[in-house]
């Protein structure tokens, strides 16, 4: 016998939540063999907090030493309370719409609804096929506000396609765009919501 550590995962999964992944995704695949256009369509978008102040990652704060020189020492940093919710959706050629909650909001229904209208604007100016082809599909996660009946309406005739529970291969954002959004401002000081929202569409501007 030997002692092993927990793997820490994003939730345990019951058996049906295990039996809807595999069903889902086995419909994605059959969709995108039948129609290998699929993707071009779909427009994926998440919501993210940008803190103040993020510490650095321990690889981040790391120094080149010699076998001799003592490990350097550094104090445990928190986040800051100062922060702004960023909202963003992109497709494969690149930013279609982002904004910023306003302070003291919350990402209800209504306030998600909204969203999706300036979003629906950007892809009339930005994307025109997609709409014309009736082919859009929005792909966000399965937060309360994404599959509330009220953006179920909104939708009308588009498609949304919400991941099977806790997927982390179908959230591009949170596991590909956000954090290189984050990892550049680490350990970076801002003094209010207007640095912190500036800084991050230069940063959003500079990644491909």
Not at 16 to 26: L, P
Request: proline content about 7%.
């Amino acid at each position: 016998m030997h002692r092993i550590e927990a793997k820490f995962v994003r939730s345990v999964l019951t058996q049906d939540q295990k039996d809807s992944r595999v069903a889902i995704c086995q419909e994605l695949k059959e969709t995108v063999i039948n129609d290998p256009t699929l993707l071009l369509n779909v427009i994926t978008g998440e919501e993210s907090i940008v803190y103040a102040y993020d510490p650095e990652t321990k690889l981040q704060s790391s120094q080149w030493k010699s076998p001799a020189s003592p490990r350097p020492k550094k104090a445990r940093m928190q986040k800051s309370k100062l922060k702004t919710m960023l909202i963003y959706f992109f497709d494969q050629e690149g930013i279609v719409h982002r904004e910023f909650v306003p302070s003291g909001m919350t990402v209800n229904a209504d306030f998600y609804c909204d969203v999706l209208r300036r979003l629906r604007e950007n892809v009339r100016r930005k994307r025109p096929q997609k709409l014309q082809n009736q082919k859009l599909i929005i792909h966000h996660d399965n937060a309360p506000a994404h599959r509330s009946f009220k953006v179920s309406l909104f939708f009308g005739q588009e498609q949304h396609a919400n991941g099977p529970p806790y997927s982390p291969d179908r959230t591009p954002c949170d596991f590909f765009f956000f954090p290189k959004l984050k990892l550049r401002m680490k350990g970076r000081r801002f003094n209010n919501i207007e640095e912190i929202q500036e800084e991050s569409q230069r940063v959003l501007d500079t990644i491909p």
